[in-house]
């Protein structure tokens, strides 16, 4: 069974601080993809990023960064210098990557950045 | 506006009610995924699609749920006899198919049963 998991339910930082969501999965499939969507408060579910298992390569974008760590099933989202935009439910999911698109999605992280 | 488009936004219906929801999906996705999202919850699989079939099904989707997409372009989620702990919010995602492993959200659909 899959199962991802956010242990922060709530995060509040001052614009400006640099934040880190964490996100662990557990899967028993070799392959699978990991993502990040940002719920702001209108719902919509935006698409951040998707990585395969086979990529443990860290990305940055921008002021978004993600980590991926195999060894510790693990994949921590940064947000550098905040912004009040940021506020957001952030969620981890993962996809067992057997072609069917089967999000398997964590609890969500909510962010507010304070001014 | 080309994105993932869900009507109606907000749904209030009494129990025991039947209530219908569509999602159009971006153009020329041929899949079509329903989730649902309850409180405090990130969202559950309900069921998707490729073109007009339904492959998949999760267990959360009773018999008092039912999908369809005739021919393969828009999609509804019907509710029938609704419950107080149908009471969601329900998000409907397009993606271009297989090989490419991205889906788009719509805004969702909320539903309050009272």
């Known amino acids: 069974a899959q199962k991802v998991t956010q242990a922060q339910t709530e995060i509040s930082v001052v614009e400006k601080e640099d934040v880190t969501l964490d996100c662990v999965y557990e899967t028993r499939d070799t392959t699978y993809y990991l993502f990040w969507y940002k719920q702001p408060p209108s719902g919509e579910l935006v698409f951040l990023i998707r990585r395969n298992s086979f990529d443990e390569q860290n990305e940055i974008s921008g002021r978004y960064s993600w980590n991926f760590q195999k060894s510790t099933s693990s994949f921590n989202f940064t947000i550098t210098a905040s912004q009040v935009v940021d506020s957001a439910v952030y969620f981890c999911?993962?996809?067992?990557?057997?072609?069917?698109?089967?999000?398997?999605f964590g609890k969500g992280t909510k962010l507010s950045v304070i001014p | 506006d080309t994105g993932v488009s869900q009507d109606p936004r907000h749904k209030i219906t009494k129990r025991g009610q039947n209530v219908t929801f569509r999602c159009d999906p971006i153009?020329?996705?041929?899949?079509l995924y329903w989730y649902r999202q309850t409180l405090g919850q990130g969202p559950e699989f309900l069921t998707y699609?490729?073109?007009?079939?339904?492959?998949?099904k999760s267990r959360l989707l009773s018999d008092r749920f039912s999908a369809e997409r005739p021919k393969g372009s828009f999609s509804t989620l019907e509710i029938q006899r609704t419950e107080q702990g149908d009471s969601a919010m329900y998000l409907c995602?397009?993606?271009?198919?297989?090989?490419?492993?991205?889906?788009?959200f719509g805004q969702g659909t909320r539903l309050t049963v009272v």
């Open positions: 699609f490729q073109n007009e079939a339904q492959l998949e």
């Open positions: 999911a993962l996809d067992s990557g057997a072609g069917s698109y089967q999000l398997t």
């Open positions: 153009s020329e996705h041929n899949r």
């Open positions: 995602a397009s993606s271009p198919g297989t090989g490419v492993l991205l889906a788009f």
